[in-house]
């Protein structure tokens, strides 16, 4: 009797183990390919976008109004989180999670095939802004259903780890949209504005067709199943979240701000890079170099918040981020390449992988199941709506005068702050047993 009741625990732990092993998988392939779509997206509004999409005249101008397409992907995010978040809640993780991966994947093979401003005018930004958009829309929700897929299959005491796959997942697309970059940065600047610039955008199609067939594999949570099952899930769990969690809601969108840090890093930083004269592959194999360690390290640094808590790898996280700007920016004004390297990668795998890696568990596990969706989705974008301009705001403060990176640093450095100010606020979660996390819905 006793062996087979221990017998059958194993078995347990081990299917368990399974499904949370193939949910990491899933976050991690979903965010590989939501961020090279993503990013291949900032590279070229780095890159290209100002010199094909919009008039000639002031390269400072059209920069600025290619940021500015780059941004209106994040007005689009809380649209995206309400509507997923709303879905996810109530239809499941998994369905909805698909839907975000097929419009994502539309979106960024869709703008491969624009025209641009010499053959349609005026019609060439405004498609590319709606494609950008939808990329928003996807965006919006992706990040938040992987992290709670992830954090409510895993086994407790672990679901900063597993969650934590879908962070290392955005790292590994970085790293695929620098790759595929690399060889378009390195042709003439004829052949790259004529045709190169579109190749990374086309290859998002592989990425995709891998990503949806391990997706459409996966299994609903266990804990959410269980609401569906009783009909305990609520009507609308995007006002019910505002409701029963309105703390957890700003805990978490003051938190959200640590994103500012790698936004800046790779739309600002690579242009600024570059007007000062390094070359545009040099800033995409500094790139390249920090995710790649960012997807081992990140894993890790949130294995440190299963055993010492969220809140003190968190925050010691974001500070070193506020801090480290300001020598990375200032590496860059004076064209020190291994200094670049250096300090981009102990910010990209070290300080901001710290923060980064946890926020997927911290933020789900402020949430009860039946909102967890809705609330860490919409509560994310608030952060990431803001991230998502502050490559414009830094390029119009800065302007053309190279030497004054300041006003970039600070921006970071009191978004910094914001987060800091979050996690003091928010509760510890990381011994909570799932079934108890968050409010009592009723």
């Known amino acids: 009797m006793t062996n087979t009741a221990t017998g059958a625990g194993i078995g347990a732990e081990q299917r368990q183990l399974k499904r949370a092993k193939k949910a990491a998988l899933a976050a991690f392939l979903g965010g590989a390919l939501e961020y090279y779509d993503f990013f291949i997206y900032a590279t070229a509004a780095s890159l290209v976008f100002s010199k094909i999409f919009f008039p000639s005249g002031d390269p400072t101008v059209a920069l600025i109004a290619s940021f500015a397409t780059f941004g209106v992907a994040y007005v689009a995010r809380p649209f995206g989180a309400v509507v997923f978040g709303h879905l996810g809640d109530k239809i499941g993780r998994k369905n909805t999670l698909v839907l975000t991966l097929v419009l994502m994947g539309s979106a960024t093979f869709l703008i491969g095939v624009l025209p641009d401003f010499n053959t349609a005018g005026y019609w060439a930004p405004a498609l590319l802004v709606l494609l950008r958009l939808m990329q928003g829309l996807s965006a919006g929700a992706e990040t938040a259903g992987a992290s709670a897929l992830s954090t409510e299959e895993a086994p407790e005491g672990r679901r900063g780890f597993f969650a934590s796959f879908a962070m290392s997942g955005i ?233 004054n990176w300041a006003p970039a640093a600070w921006i970071v450095a009191a978004s910094s702050l914001l987060a800091v100010a979050g996690a003091y606020w928010a509760r510890e979660t990381s011994r909570t047993p799932l079934r108890e996390l968050g409010n009592s819905v009723r």
């Not at 309105?246 to 800046?264: G, I, R, W």
């Open 171 to 403: 790292s590994a697309g970085i790293v695929l949209a620098s790759l595929a970059f690399l060889p378009v940065a390195a042709m003439s600047e004829a052949d790259r504005l004529a045709w190169g610039w579109r190749i990374p955008f086309w290859l998002s199609l592989v990425v995709l067709i891998v990503a949806y067939l391990v997706r459409r594999s996966l299994e609903e949570p266990e804990v959410f199943e269980e609401k569906h099952d009783h009909g305990e899930l609520v009507k609308l769990p995007f006002a019910k979240m505002f409701k029963t969690h309105p703390a957890q809601f700003f805990q978490v969108a003051l938190m959200s701000f640590e994103t500012v840090t790698n936004t800046f890093m790779q739309s600002f930083g690579l242009a600024y890079a570059v007007s000062v004269g390094v070359p545009a592959s040099t800033m995409l194999w500094v790139s390249i170099t920090g995710n790649i360690i960012a997807v081992v390290s990140q894993p890790f640094m949130a294995w440190l918040s299963d055993r010492y808590g969220r809140r003190p790898i968190f925050i010691t996280g974001v500070l070193g981020s506020g801090v480290m700007i300001f020598v990375y920016f200032s590496v860059i004004s004076t064209g020190n390449i291994p200094m670049i390297f250096l300090t981009s990668t102990l910010i990209t795998a070290g300080t901001y992988a710290m923060s980064n890696a946890i926020y997927p568990a911290w933020f789900s596990e402020l949430f009860n199941v039946k909102v967890r969706y809705s609330g860490m989705a919409i509560g994310l974008q608030v952060g990431i709506l803001c991230a998502g301009f502050t490559p414009l705001l830094g390029t119009a403060l800065v302007g053309a005068d190279k030497a």
